[in-house]
């Protein structure tokens, strides 16, 4: 069972282009997160949300906006792609009201912007 | 000075050794701290938490915590060519909800 889950895996695009990553946990978790790794593997978050409601927005280009439809899904749209947002792309959940907020991480999205 | 700061390595520990992994944080007031493993192409993997001082023992794997010095550490003993990985330090800090991450250091353990 796939605890927490992303589509696509990779995703090569022209710069301009508009596109979605979309993100599931089936591990009952309140709060979910989107990470952004770039090519020196440094881990940054970008967004959290907690049953729903945003609770984390780094200084991240409006470009970027995240949705959560529900508790068990978030996803990330990105507008007018460019060549910086190439990077690994990371959701990750954890039980928020846990004392210790330990996350677990999906497979990643490779998004390549030519 | 960053957050969560880490050596980058690669850090090269011959098999059956004890591999030590450092990490130092700037918020005095974090709670909680993690390690995490991530080996190339793949998503990080919680190995350890740890959140009070000393130490933490599971398997061939410790976590060590002094507050007071702002530091935090992981030793693997018995090192195996399959600890061969980026281990990331991660820390929750006191007046945010989100974790930080160090930039890793890259393991290698030669046969």
């Known amino acids: 069972d796939t605890a927490v889950s992303q589509t696509p895996k990779y995703l090569v695009t022209q710069m301009g282009n508009d596109k979605s990553i979309k993100c599931e946990q089936n591990?009952?978790?309140?709060?979910m997160y989107w990470y952004k790794q770039d090519s020196k593997k440094f881990l940054k978050i970008m967004f959290s949300?907690?049953?729903?409601?945003?609770?984390i927005n780094e200084t991240v280009p409006n470009r970027f906006s995240p949705k959560s439809p529900d508790k068990a899904h978030l996803n990330l749209h990105i507008n007018s792609l460019e060549l910086g947002d190439s990077a690994v792309y990371f959701c990750?959940?954890?039980?928020?009201?846990?004392?210790?907020?330990?996350?677990?991480f999906g497979p990643g999205t490779r998004l390549t912007v030519l | 000075q960053k957050e969560v700061e880490q050596n980058s390595g690669p850090l090269s520990v011959p098999e059956g050794a004890i591999a030590s992994l450092n990490c130092t944080y700037s918020?005095?007031?974090?709670?909680?701290f993690f390690w995490y493993r991530q080996y190339s192409g793949k998503s990080p993997e919680l190995i350890m938490s740890?959140?009070?001082?000393g130490d933490k023992e599971d398997g061939r794997f410790t976590a060590q915590l002094n507050k007071a010095s702002q530091y935090v550490s992981l030793l693997i003993r018995d090192s195996q060519p399959s600890d061969s990985a980026t281990y990331l330090c991660?820390?929750?800090?006191?007046?945010?909800?989100?974790?930080?991450f160090g930039s890793g250091t890259r393991l290698s353990i030669r046969p």
């Open positions: 990750a959940s954890s039980q928020r009201l846990a004392e210790y907020n330990e996350q677990f």
């Open positions: 591990l009952g978790h309140d709060t």
């Open positions: 949300y907690n049953n729903k409601e945003l609770i």
């Open positions: 918020d005095r007031g974090s709670q909680s």
């Open positions: 740890i959140y009070s001082n």
């Open positions: 991660a820390v929750k800090g006191s007046s945010a909800s989100k974790i930080i």
